[in-house]
Antibody, heavy 119, light 111 residues
């Protein structure tokens, strides 16, 4: 079954860290770039980060640059998002999604995992 | 704050046609980057609706169509149906941000 499954969400205090995972199955994982996209409560979709198919390049949105780190393990078909110095504004559902090549559409999405930053 | 602007909401009666606009600039749509569209139902994963301006993935009804012109793009829904009630987002790449951008989103209501 072709799918992406996120995990690792939960409630965390401001300033703390959390690690999200995205597990892929049913397709050739190393052929795809993997992105994280989030949706804060009542807000729209916001692109967060991408790691290229081979892990050589990583890019981040300005809102999380310097705090979040994206990585991948092609041997385990998994992508991680290490989130540090979390803020209230990081509260959102986090989705992972795939992209075949630059400018290609995000054609497969996970169901999302909820991260709540609250004291 | 998104650089792609969409109307916050649109509504139409069953069977009608509606058009959702996505207004960008010369650093994204105007720079000839592809525009994609997604349908997002509450509690579900976003679903790819239109790719590369006007392409339709397998399984997407031909009631959905996309187009672009200069620095904007549009998604048209003809023969509106109750199941089309959802949020819709455009998506592209922005060279000045060196990153991907989504539109502000449009909530479609079927009257």
């Amino acid at each position: 079954q072709v799918q992406l499954v996120e995990s690792g969400g939960g409630v965390v205090q401001p300033g703390r860290s959390l690690r999200l995972s995205c597990a892929a199955s049913g397709f050739i994982f190393q052929n795809y770039g993997i992105h994280w996209v989030r949706q804060a409560p009542g807000k729209g979709l916001e692109w967060v980060a991408v790691v290229w198919y081979d892990g050589t390049n990583k890019y981040y949105s300005d809102s999380i640059k310097g705090r979040f780190i994206i990585s991948r393990d092609n041997s385990k078909s998994t992508v991680h998002l290490e989130m540090n110095s979390l803020r209230d504004a990081d509260t959102a559902v986090y989705y992972c999604t795939r992209e075949k090549e630059l400018e290609a559409p995000f054609d497969l999405w996970g169901q999302g995992t909820l991260v709540t930053v609250s004291a | 704050q998104s650089v792609l602007t969409q109307p916050p909401s649109l509504s139409g009666a069953p069977g009608q046609r509606i058009t959702i606009s996505c207004t960008g600039s010369r650093s994204n749509i105007g720079a000839n980057y592809d525009v994609h569209w997604y349908q997002h139902l509450p509690g579900a994963a976003p679903k790819l609706l239109i790719y590369a301006d006007s392409g339709r993935p397998s399984g997407v009804p031909d009631r959905f169509s996309g187009s672009r012109s200069d620095t904007s793009a549009s998604l048209a829904i003809t023969g509106l149906q109750a199941e089309d009630e959802a949020d819709y987002y455009c998506h592209s790449y922005d060279i000045s941000l060196s990153g991907y951008v989504f539109g502000t989103g449009t909530r479609v209501t079927v009257l």
